[in-house]
């Protein structure tokens, strides 16, 4: 494996997409896995990509081509 691994604890698959936050517009931004590894954003494996869920009244932006 070469890439990086999905940021949640515990998890050792690897990372497809990176979600980052915009607390100010109550905001999660989920997309393609980031070209750097960027400390304030969170990279997800496949499962925790489907599975991803934010606070009551946040809007998720999912970009397209992680759509199934």
Same mark, same amino acid.
């Not at 936050?21 to 989920?30: F, N, P, S, T």
């Given at each position: 494996?070469?890439?990086? +691994?999905?940021? $949640? %604890?515990?998890?050792?698959?690897?990372?497809?997409?990176?979600?980052? #936050?915009? #607390?100010?517009?109550?905001?999660?931004? +989920?997309? @393609?896995?980031?070209?750097?590894?960027? @400390?304030?954003?969170?990279?997800?494996?496949?499962?925790?990509?489907?599975?991803?869920?934010? @606070? $009551?009244?946040? %809007? =998720? =932006?999912?970009?397209?081509?992680?759509?199934?």
């Amino acid at each position: 494996m070469h890439g990086r +691994l999905c940021s $949640k %604890v515990g998890c050792a698959r690897e990372a497809i997409s990176t979600l980052t #936050y915009d #607390y100010g517009d109550q905001m999660a931004a +989920l997309g @393609p896995l980031g070209a750097a590894d960027d @400390p304030h954003a969170h990279d997800l494996c496949s499962i925790h990509t489907e599975r991803m869920s934010v @606070p $009551k009244g946040w %809007v =998720v =932006v999912r970009h397209e081509t992680l759509r199934a």
